[in-house]
């Protein structure tokens, strides 16, 4: 059963639009949360790491709040830019016996179009 | 890419045949990690090693093989008794396994059956 369910899927928005992308999770217990960006044919690059403490944490256009209560996570873009089109996932660890395994999110596509 | 090579970018391979896939970081990392991305699905993952000459399966192990003769290299063997190779592979590393271990991707390699 997946553990980190994201959406919208899909999402197409206008250049200079903002736009937010949703993570629930149900990873127990929570250490922490990661959305990546990842580019088409290209590996997965971190924009941020979020903790159990942290609400918000902004990386330049990108701001992710975390409601550890709800198990809620999102990503809102400001001012969109074409290079902003890309696959974005969330992820979040969770402890294994053999240390610990990442659950990956299946990621919203985001196309930003002129 | 955070100082992880994987080779080659493209590989094509015929039914029956194994091949393998290249990953090296200079990160100095001790953990590193192969995961397998298909299209509609998160990132699932096949081998990880925590140190050199040790490694361990994944959620998707079989088909596959690695070896860790160095701290630097991860290579990844996907055999003739994978049935669905087909798909973006993509290495990681991390400096350890605990849960707030950020991993670092490589470009890919996309793998395609013929």
């Known amino acids: 059963k997946n553990q980190v369910e994201q959406s919208p899927q899909s999402l197409i928005i206008l250049e200079g639009k903002n736009c937010t992308l949703q993570?629930?999770?149900?990873?127990?217990?929570?250490?922490?949360l990661r959305w990546y960006k990842q580019d088409t044919g290209r590996g997965p690059v971190s924009l941020t790491i979020m903790t159990f403490s942290e609400n918000t944490k902004s990386n330049g256009r990108y701001t992710a709040t975390l409601d550890a209560d709800t198990k809620q996570s999102s990503l809102h873009i400001t001012a969109s830019q074409l290079s902003d089109s890309a696959s974005y996932i969330c992820?979040?660890?969770?402890?294994?016996?053999?240390?610990?395994?990442?659950?990956f999110g299946k990621g919203t596509s985001l196309l930003v179009t002129p | 890419d955070g100082g992880i090579t994987q080779s080659p970018k493209y590989l094509f391979r015929k039914e029956g045949q194994n091949v393998t896939l290249s990953c090296e970081q200079n990160?100095?990392?001790?953990?590193m990690y192969w995961y397998r991305q298909d299209p509609g699905q998160g990132l699932r993952l096949i081998y990880y090693s925590q140190i050199v000459n040790d490694f361990q399966k994944g959620d998707i192990a079989e088909g596959y093989s690695v070896s860790r003769e160095k701290k630097e290299s991860f290579p990844l063997t996907v055999t003739s008794a994978q049935k669905n190779p087909t798909a973006f592979y993509l290495c990681?590393?991390?400096?350890?396994?605990?849960?707030?271990?950020?991993?670092?991707f490589g470009p890919g390699t996309r793998l395609t059956v013929l």
């Open positions: 992820v979040v660890p969770e402890a294994s016996n053999s240390g610990y395994a990442l659950n």
């Open positions: 990681a590393s991390s400096v350890g396994t605990g849960t707030f271990g950020e991993q670092f």
């Open positions: 990160l100095n990392h001790d953990a």
């Open positions: 993570c629930n999770y149900t990873v127990s217990p929570f250490s922490n």
